[in-house]
């Protein structure tokens, strides 16, 4: 059985930091891309990070370019989301999703298609 399992969230001052982590399991991360969403009350959901297994790419949207960083440690089948200098407007649901890059081109699963697996969710909340 596939899962992704989030943790790591938790409340923040706002300037603070928080690394989340997205432990899989069933499946192995070499033909997968591993994304990173969150969705505020009240917003559409958006992507904050993708990491393509495949060839090593990684996407952030301008608005997290610099604050937040995607790495992972394969040996643990976990991938984790550094954010650095959090603001109250990063707060959400923060999700995981994976989404094999055979079949979709891993840009499309930074979208959010052709995401095969979600997680159920860690909720981050900055302060001011």
């Known amino acids: 059985e596939v899962q992704l399992v989030e943790s790591g969230g938790g409340s923040v001052q706002a300037g603070g930091s928080l690394t989340l982590s997205c432990a899989a399991s069933?499946?192995?991360?070499?033909?997968?891309?591993i994304a990173w969403f969150r969705q505020a009350p009240g917003k559409e959901r958006e992507g904050v990070s993708c990491?393509?297994?495949?060839?090593?790419?990684?996407y952030y949207p301008d608005s997290m370019k610099g604050r937040f960083t995607i790495f992972s440690d394969n040996a643990k089948n976990t991938v984790y989301l550094q954010m650095n200098s959090l603001e109250p407007e990063d707060t959400a649901v923060y999700y995981c999703?994976?989404?094999?890059?055979?079949?979709?081109?891993?840009?499309?699963?930074?979208?959010?298609?052709?995401?095969?697996?979600w997680g159920k969710g860690t909720l981050v909340t900055v302060s001011s």
């Open positions: 069933g499946f192995t991360f070499d033909d997968y891309a």
């Open positions: 999703a994976a989404g094999s890059t055979k079949r979709n081109n891993w840009l499309f699963i930074a979208a959010g298609s052709g995401v095969d697996y």
């Open positions: 990491l393509s297994f495949s060839d090593g790419n990684k």
